[in-house]
T-cell receptor, first 114, second 110 residues
Framework: DTGVSQDPRHKITKRGQNVTFRCDPI?????LYWYRQTLGQGPEFLTY????????KSRLLSDRFSAERPKGSFSTLEIQRTEQGDSAMYLC????????????FGPGTRLTVT | DQQVKQNSPSLSVQEGRISILNCDYT??????FLWYKKYPAEGPTFLIS?????DKNEDGRFTVFLNKSAKHLSLHIVPSQPGDSAVYFC?????????FGQGTILTVHP
């Protein structure tokens, strides 16, 4: 039973560049969530999908951020024109069922914008 | 405005003693509460949860208490073990999305 996987685990980029992260949820999970965690804070909700539909987006998700889950399986999170304030850990989680099941987190992608 | 607060950034406990981690929330409409544990370089791991219809939930060494009138929950770990050393986050579930506190770093000394 594989858990949630994220790729890459670390990404260093220069300000202004675009980056894309991938999340592979637990295979039978129909919900997928993205969170962001900065130093000394808890994870903050960004967006979530039910199957391929993006159902909610936080106001933290500026227009430079876009997330997709094209076939209801893996998801990508793209950040365009990165800024130093985007440096954070980006966490993906998934859950199963028609109710709100427990969310299982991946190891995260640590983004550093120089 | 922070809806979930963990006011103690860190807690240090001797092995075998009780660890008590605290969390306060602001919205009385929240009805499901969770605790997650996080080790370095890993994602948060679900630990234990409680619904607002209960005031206590127990799972082995871990017990969560909910005081709805005070909008306060706590996690008790008895007995504490060195392997429990981690960052602990409380969270509330709001239509699926989780809102987390800032976390408390627990260190259990042998």
């Amino acid at each position: 039973d594989t858990g949630v996987s994220q790729d890459p685990r670390h990404k260093i980029t220069k300000r202004g560049q675009n980056v894309t992260f991938r999340c592979d949820p637990i295979s039978e999970h129909n919900r997928l969530y993205w969170y962001r965690q900065t130093l000394g804070q808890g994870p903050e909700f960004l967006t979530y999908f039910q199957n391929e539909a993006q159902l909610e987006k936080s106001r933290l998700l500026s227009d430079r951020f876009s997330a997709e889950r094209p076939k209801g399986s893996f998801s990508t999170l793209e950040i365009q024109r990165t800024e130093q304030g985007d440096s954070a850990m980006y966490l993906c989680a998934s859950s199963q069922g028609t109710g709100w099941g427990e969310q299982y987190f991946g190891p995260g992608t640590r983004l550093t914008v120089t | 405005d922070q809806q979930v607060k963990q006011n103690s950034p860190s807690l240090s406990v001797q092995e075998g003693r009780i660890s008590i981690l605290n969390c306060d929330y602001t919205n009385s409409m929240f009805d499901y509460f969770l605790w997650y544990k996080k080790y370095p370089a890993e994602g948060p791991t679900f630990l234990i949860s409680i619904s607002s219809i209960k005031d206590k939930n127990e799972d082995g060494r871990f017990t969560v208490f909910l005081n709805k009138s005070a909008k306060h929950l706590s996690l008790h770990i008895v007995p504490s073990q060195p392997g429990d050393s981690a960052v602990y986050f409380c969270a509330v579930r709001d239509y699926g999305k989780l809102t987390f506190g800032q976390g408390t770093i627990l260190t259990v000394h042998p």
